[in-house]
């Protein structure tokens, strides 16, 4: 886990532009949570931790405007909460995702993985190499990030019509 997010690369990184990264990790996560398809790649260990990599009952709050919405905190904090009962709802050592594919728990997580996708779409993710101060720090941050461990392999893309059908 980092610590302060902010204190670690406060003196390289914006603020502002942290946590509009942060913002896409997490947009990235729940579209890992959102497609089953993409489960048995991950599997129900990780996908569990990669979410805590991003939001924890901590970091939630540090989530405000202007990166995040009032509406996307919210959805963010609902997905939260489902992920929480997820959590303590599943067995300390984790079935194979086939046996997952039925949990109450689980199917929950999905569905709200979904709804906080959607609201987190309607404004989109950073455009990281094509922003200019962004592009700036992108070595570096990546460079730290795999130093760490947190590093998230970008799932497919979901497509609107896909986002519109969930």
Known sequence: MWGSRVSMNSNKIPTKILYLRIRNRIIEV???????????????????????????????????????????????LEFHEVWVRACENTPQVMPPIRALKNNTYWLQLIEQARKA??????????????????????????????????????????????????
């Open 30 to 76: 729940l579209k890992v949570i959102a497609d089953p398809a993409l489960h048995e790649w991950f599997g129900g260990d990780e996908i569990l931790c990669m979410w805590e990599d991003w939001v924890d009952d901590r970091k939630i709050s540090e989530y405000t405007d202007p990166e995040f919405s009032k509406e996307e905190q919210t959805a963010i």
């Open 117 to 166: 996708l959607i609201i987190l779409s309607i404004r989109g993710g950073l455009n990281e190499e094509s922003d200019p101060v962004i592009s700036h720090y992108i070595d570096d941050v990546c460079t730290k990030k795999s130093e760490i461990g947190n590093v998230l392999v970008p799932p497919r893309e979901i497509t609107s019509t896909e986002i519109k059908d969930l």
